[in-house]
């Protein structure tokens, strides 16, 4: 009798645990870990180090979210043009990588709140000396930005800005697109605040940032699936909580020397 009470215990416990976790694509039966779909090519927010181990703010915010629920966590480097289709199949439960709130994201995804700001602003080479004091002057430069970003939806949308530039390149990542600046192969990036000024730090005698804002301030959230509206409300209320006690604090001064994540 007690051997069957021990063990009715032990799946009580292994039931409630794995109820604290995403659902798979049919949304109906509980998993105990969450996928996280990332570019792990985006730092700082998800990125490969030196011994080949994904880090990154993102990645660090990810984790303690998982532990609160009880939830192993894995995280799945994915071609990022194609996120959509990845989180739609259930290839991944969450994507979770510097991801920017856009209506048209909307249609197919499910946002939890922004918790941080993000701009898409201009990148030149120091060696260059080219100046961009607004969107006027990128008119006859080759310009590169991350495909599948919200640069490129920028400039899908304004064609005429799109149309007086000498060529878009689109790239699978910023950093190959920094590395080509630094080579002189374009004239400009423009991409996410965040992952230019990164790569600045680690390049100061290479990039310089232009305070020159394309298009409007967005903002980041981490999207689910369309109908995986438990998932998604159980990892907003485990945030929430990492922002009341002062971890998402913690975590942005340890990645950008300061917090710079929205509060409620």
Not at 163 to 184: H, Q, R, T
Not at 185 to 198: K, N, T
Request: glycine letters at 8%; one cysteine or more.
């Amino acid at each position: 009798m007690k051997k069957i009470l021990a063990f009715c215990l032990v799946m009580v416990a292994a039931i409630a645990a794995m109820a604290g976790c995403g659902n798979n694509a049919s949304n109906k039966d509980n998993t105990s870990k969450i996928v996280v779909g990332l570019d792990d090519n985006f730092p700082p927010m998800g990125f490969k180090n030196e011994a080949n181990e994904i880090v990154g703010f993102d990645i660090d915010l990810a984790k303690e979210a998982s532990k609160r629920l009880g939830c192993e966590v894995e995280f799945k480097a994915i071609d990022w043009n194609s996120k959509e289709a990845e989180l739609k199949s259930g290839r991944v439960d969450v994507l979770w990588n510097g991801l920017d709130i856009t209506e048209k994201r909307k249609e197919n995804m499910l946002f939890s709140d922004p918790y941080m700001n993000n701009r898409q602003i201009v990148f030149v080479s120091k060696d260059k000396g080219i100046k961009i004091a607004s969107e006027a002057d990128l008119a006859g430069k080759t310009v590169g930005t991350q495909s599948g970003g919200t640069s490129e939806e920028y400039f899908e949308k304004n064609s005429s800005l799109k149309n007086s530039m000498k060529e878009v390149k689109y790239y699978p990542d910023f950093i190959n697109a920094f590395m080509d600046l630094e080579n002189g192969r374009i004239d400009a990036v423009v991409g996410d605040e965040i992952i230019g000024r990164y790569y600045i730090s680690k390049h100061p005698d290479k990039i310089a940032a232009v305070e020159t804002v394309i298009g409007e301030v967005s903002q980041f959230g981490f999207a689910f699936r369309k109908d995986d509206k438990q998932l998604r409300d159980k990892v907003q209320k485990v945030f929430d909580e990492m922002l009341a006690d002062g971890t998402v604090a913690k975590i942005s001064e340890k990645w950008f020397a300061k917090d710079i994540t929205l509060k409620k």
